[in-house]
């Protein structure tokens, strides 16, 4: 097993990363206080896990089943949750435990973070995207129809528990999703990690083991270590959201039902490396080698053919990035370093928007 | 005008005291950053001052107008909000301003908490009540049908005008609901306020601007110092709902329809008291001194008829401050002195709850 420690001083936590590490009971209970605890989960993952991780528990935790997908990720099924927790008189010292993928992890966070002024949470991500990228940093939200992620809190979790056993059963789809923020991690200031990802991309496609356990490790350092330095995004957190601005846009548009969220950051990020490009900020061949490592993860590198410029910028203003009606967007000055502008002629990027179907 | 500053290092903020304070623009607008800014408020408020409010604003800002009565504080009214701040655009350096009683301080500075996961907020409290509790601290929530602010953040806002001249316009019920919450400090740590509230009842029900102005400062600086003690109520924050486990259980019984939040915190303190009392903390005469208090404010001192011992118990279960399913009750150990407790004879308890409707 390895492990990280978050450090944000009173808030700091471990992230442990291992194989099988579901079934160890002291790693979760040392967390636990002595109060009541609440599993939440979705029905797919409860099947997967629930029968293991039931018996590591001395008294039965309460066990919520929330329906599964980002449509459902809003204040309804928040409230869902309140109404539970109170029926079954949760108090302010017990613990919410988030078992399953992102859409879990943001609303059992979310949760915690509102549920009598704010309690304590424990992630179990069990998929790869939430294991390098949602459960790390204390981000949680729900959705609103007019935009994703609108609505949320800061709230760390106090353990996160990372198996790696969790993502045999991960659809191949799910799998590609998660790699785009693994790769993300590369672009943003690691150019080794990159290379190495270029190499090893086959190896994490068939879930080498090593393999798996190096990049989800690095991806939580980097992650870790940007978090650490802005817990609330005011400066280099901003960093993290390399093609999601793009990405965003995409996911509204399509609903949150054609991709899932990894592949709009996988479509968002050859956007961004191409508008760098436009922008003379990196050459044609960093671009090219950029669409190539995205690919390779069996993702999509192209926005909905219907999706034009002008849905486009309205989507994107929507942002929470964006201030004064200026779309912020992370940018590359070069494989492995990426920077936040909103310092660019508007044209360009009407003009790259109009044009990113053609390519 | 009189200020006091609530002192939470980076959080600290100003409290203004004083007449005709709405009509200062410079109070509100060296606050305000260079962004959006929406005034959210109810009906009844609105007709009142939205049109010497407005006249502060170089831009017009956003108004936001909700239904009247703590029954809207829900997760449905708060989306009411986020749909009017993402359809007009407002970004992370957006700021609210919640322009009315308690009810629109919670939700506004709620829906700041969460819209995009924290923007700022300004109160402009326009009752007794919430000029002297609810504005000022940060506790921000909205209801659930299961029990009162369950669902809720600590967030704490950039600036607070309380204009005692908008107590000229409160209903007479409102104003005594008001000065329960002052009546309140002067039971926890200050017995000479209390004489002075003793003596002095008669200028405040007939809204004489000095007394009034000393109480609101006096009930701010008792508050402000407790939350500067322990801003997330770990300790010494939880004295300051005294009479509000008895209270919140009360209001939820009759569904926040039949009472004002400050007549069920008058009925809970008279609760307080007499409970306290059989469990000899304090005097028969000092007891009666408290009822004698909280009724010279014109508020009601008796729990409704039909509300049994179980059904007492039942709600007080759900109370936040209830842990481990231990009824956890400020109680007062002499005037001006209270402390909290749950190491007290339960059966004590449910002996006092059964023949409190026969005094």
Partial sequence: MESINVELGQRSYPIYIGENLLEQATLLNKHIKNSKCAVITNPTV????????????????????????????????????????????????????????????????????????????????????????????????????LGKNMVGAFHQPIAVISDTSSLKTLPSRELSAGLAEVIKYGFINDIDFLHWLEKNMPDLLSLDNKAMTYAIKKSCEIKADIVARDETEQSVRALLNLGHTFGHAIETF????????????????????????????????????????????????????????DIFIELMMRDKKTLNNNIRLVLLEKLGGAFVSSDYDPDILANYLDQVHQR
């Fill in 254 to 309: 399509t609903e949150y039902k054609t991709y899932l969220h990894g592949e709009c950051v996988g479509i968002g990020m050859v956007m961004a490396a191409e508008f760098s490009h436009r922008l003379n900020l990196i050459s044609k061949s960093d671009c090219e080698l950029s669409k190539k490592i995205i690919a390779s993860a069996n993702l999509p590198t192209q926005p909905p053919a219907d999706m034009s410029k």
């Fill in 46 to 145: 409860k099947e997967l896990y629930w029968s293991s991780l039931e018996k590591v528990f001395d008294e039965p935790p309460l066990l919520i089943t929330l329906e599964d997908g980002e449509q459902h990720k809003n204040l309804d099924t928040l409230n869902i949750i309140f109404t539970q927790l109170l029926e079954n008189f949760f108090d302010r010292k017990s613990t919410l435990i988030a078992l399953g993928g992102g859409v879990i992890g943001d609303m059992t966070g979310f949760a915690a973070a509102c549920y009598q002024r704010g309690i304590d949470f424990i992630q179990i991500p069990t998929t790869l995207l939430s294991q390098v990228d949602s459960s790390v940093g204390g981000k949680t939200a729900v959705n609103h129809p």
